[in-house]
């Protein structure tokens, strides 16, 4: 079972990322799948959750306000974030999690069943 994220890197105030997630090991379409993100010396941040295909929701963070959106390819076994508009703050390590319910995903109380290796965004000018 593995998760692996890809597509970070260094983006200018402003600027755009979509980031991908892997899934292998497991069919993704029976979990929910979601991203949190952290930095050196904060509390991990939940960013967004999409719900497995029995309720097809999605979730978001008060921080994200419009600016990500959520998606996931069930046939390919692939979760996306798209990041518009961002800011030198949302600069911090990005991971991907699956777990049967988003909770654990948003909640940094919990640990999901699943995480991958992170990727490193940077928001710099």
């Known amino acids: 079972v593995q998760l692996q994220a890809s597509g970070g890197g260094l983006v200018q105030p402003g600027g755009s990322l979509t980031l991908s997630c892997e899934a292998s090991?497991?069919?993704?379409?029976?979990?929910?799948i979601g991203w949190f993100r952290q930095s050196p010396g904060k509390e991990r941040e939940g960013i967004s959750c999409?719900?497995?295909?029995?309720?097809?929701?999605?979730y978001y963070g008060d921080f994200v306000k419009g600016r990500f959106t959520v998606s996931r390819d069930n046939a390919r076994n692939r979760a996306y974030l798209r990041m518009n508009n961002l800011r030198p703050e949302d600069t911090a390590v990005y991971y991907c999690?699956?777990?049967?319910?988003?909770?654990?995903?948003?909640?940094?109380?919990?640990?999901?069943?699943?995480r991958g290796r992170g990727t490193q965004v940077t928001v710099s000018s």
């Open positions: 090991g497991f069919a993704l379409e029976d979990y929910a």
């Open positions: 999409a719900s497995s295909k029995r309720d097809g929701a999605t």
């Open positions: 999690a699956a777990d049967w319910i988003c909770n654990p995903i948003l909640n940094a109380k919990y640990s999901p069943d699943y």
